[in-house]
């Protein structure tokens, strides 16, 4: 088993989300990546089974850093409506900047019908969220009668979707703050404890 943290898988991670979006998957070869990660090709398959196996952590990888993005902007806030605020604008922000990662992971993960894979990719963001629903059940900012793990699912899946609907979809009738603000008050009118 490889050592992942040698800075190879890194650098390998880093060429592929560079390398195919320039090319497409189909077009992308393993020399490519390597060439570009400055590894040898038998480094390659220390880590990877074959180029397909790149999405999964593509997609994690992805995942991660907008969990950190959205845990380091959060961090000191107490109210859910400014962490939810922070949720969506970070969402919005790094699907602008990641559409053609974006666009190959659910491609390629939908191509291994691997619905189990997105689930465990997503399972950190969900347990985050149910924490911060649960606290804020505790302190009567929302409603008390919501399955939190399932309300968890729900706003992120709605938001990522409102935001790759704007971006990749061009759904653009509207400017993004715009978007942005009819998103926070139709989840907050769902979910305000009054």
Known sequence: MANLSDGKYNKILKAAIEVIPEKGLDKTSISDIVKKAGVAQGTYYLYFSSKNALI???ADHFL????EAIKEKTQ???SFWNILEIMIDE???????NKDILVLCYSGLAFEHSMEKWETIYSPYYDWLEDVL???IKNNEIISDINVKWTAKLLINLIENAA???YIGLEQDVNVETYKTEIFNFLKRSL???
Do not use: D, Y
């Open 56 to 58: 999964p952590a593509i």
């Open 64 to 67: 991660n850093t907008t969990l």
């Open 76 to 78: 000191g806030k107490k």
């Open 91 to 97: 969402t919005f922000n790094l699907t602008n900047t």
């Open 134 to 136: 649960s606290k804020a």
């Open 164 to 166: 790759e609907r704007f």
């Open 192 to 194: 305000f404890s009054s």
